[in-house]
């Protein structure tokens, strides 16, 4: 591999609080190494835009604790054809790239080992997605501010519940990983939670609300992920239970994307920094099409092509502990 001069770096897919800390440690290792860094805005729509900026370590002064991303995001139906990755690599080579970070998740990394292996481009994934649904890693960036985010507004919710004696649905992200719901629920102390690799049926969760009101209980919180497999949504789930459980006056709060927005956690920020630094030194020691994480407390690397093909399990344990602790 020849030697790497210029590094790019973009953020694309849904942002996440921690990528503008993921961008700074990108541009300061490569300033560190004497490497030239450009970012790259919207993803690979500005890859294909030739929508670019210089980045030196003063022009990422004061990022670190801000959410969303400074690069912007995109989602990019044109890269998906030959004709939008040959225009993106032609403006990559004009410019001088020789290899690119590429902070986001599952379609981000598929998308960078498609245009690596036709062009001949190194890539390095860092992981960042409040879903926590990337394996290669125990903690993707932005998953610990999204979830002091949801625990923060239970709590709120649980006080209006208590005054009134109400039972509340509470929605939030996931849709096909529960590692949100889960583990928010448990530190919020929830109920019930509905995740979607777990098939809970819809008497189960009646009977658990009816023990939990036997038990003296006179409110509840029910945290569901969007992609739970009841088969019903939130709405449809409240009026389920209106209806088989007398006594109870069923609300609903749907987060949305207040849980992607504010300031990173000090976990996120750390996270975040040392990834964008090894996604820099792991370039600059010739690997490529592989994924930066964190297991362990130790930050590893993991090919792309493993990455696609593995699953972030969820902790059935903590599932047990949740029932546990709903009595």
């Known amino acids: 591999m020849k030697k790497i001069k210029k590094i790019g770096v973009m953020t694309s897919g849904g942002d996440s609080p921690g990528m503008n800390a993921?961008?700074?440690?990108?541009?300061?290792?490569?300033?560190?190494?004497?490497?030239?860094?450009?970012?790259?805005?919207?993803?690979?729509?500005?890859?294909?835009?030739?929508?670019?900026?210089?980045?030196?370590?003063?022009?990422?002064?004061n990022?670190?604790?801000?959410?969303?991303t400074l690069l912007k995001s995109a989602r990019s139906d044109r890269f998906r054809t030959e004709e939008g990755r040959e225009q993106a690599y032609q403006n990559l080579k004009e410019n001088g790239v020789d290899a690119?970070?590429?902070?986001?998740?599952d379609g981000t990394f598929t998308g960078g080992t498609v245009f690596s292996r036709a062009y001949d481009m190194p890539v390095v994934g860092i992981p960042g997605?409040?879903?926590?649904?990337?394996?290669?890693?125990?903690?993707?960036?932005?998953?610990?501010?999204?979830?002091?985010?949801?625990?923060d507004a239970i709590?709120?919710?649980?006080?209006?519940?208590?005054?009134?004696?109400?039972?509340?649905?509470?929605?939030?992200?996931?849709?096909?990983a529960g590692f949100i719901a889960l583990n928010s629920g448990v530190g919020?102390?929830?109920?019930?939670?509905?995740?979607?690799?777990?098939?809970?049926?819809?008497?189960?969760?009646?009977?658990?609300?009816?023990?939990?009101?036997?038990?003296?209980?006179?409110?509840?919180?029910?945290?569901?992920?969007?992609?739970?497999?009841?088969?019903?949504?939130?709405?449809?789930?409240?009026?389920?239970?209106?209806?088989?459980?007398?006594?109870?006056?069923p609300r609903v709060t749907v987060l949305g994307h207040l849980q992607r927005g504010g300031s990173p956690s000090c976990l996120d920020r750390v996270l975040a920094s040392r990834l964008g630094v090894k996604a820099v030194e792991y370039l600059l020691d010739g690997q490529r099409d592989i994924m930066v994480g964190l297991i362990n407390d130790e930050i590893i690397a993991t090919p792309i092509d493993n990455i696609m093909k593995g699953e972030h399990e969820i902790n059935k344990e903590l599932l047990r502990i949740s029932d546990i602790l709903s009595i």
């Open 63 to 68: 990022i670190i604790n801000k959410g969303g």
């Open 188 to 249: 919020a102390g929830a109920e019930e939670i509905l995740v979607p690799e777990e098939d809970q049926h819809l008497e189960k969760l009646i009977e658990s609300l009816k023990r939990s009101k036997r038990s003296g209980k006179t409110s509840s919180i029910v945290v569901v992920a969007e992609g739970d497999k009841t088969g019903k949504n939130v709405f449809e789930l409240a009026d389920y239970a209106k209806e088989h459980l007398p006594g109870y006056n």
């Open 100 to 105: 690119m970070v590429l902070i986001g998740g």
């Open 22 to 61: 993921a961008i700074r440690a990108v541009v300061r290792a490569c300033a560190y190494y004497d490497v030239k860094c450009v970012g790259y805005y919207r993803g690979y729509e500005g890859m294909i835009d030739n929508d670019y900026i210089e980045l030196s370590p003063r022009s990422v002064k």
């Open 155 to 176: 709590d709120k919710i649980r006080d209006t519940a208590s005054s009134h004696n109400r039972l509340f649905f509470i929605e939030v992200m996931g849709r096909d």
């Open 129 to 151: 997605t409040i879903d926590n649904d990337i394996c290669g890693t125990q903690f993707t960036i932005g998953y610990d501010t999204a979830l002091n985010t949801v625990v």
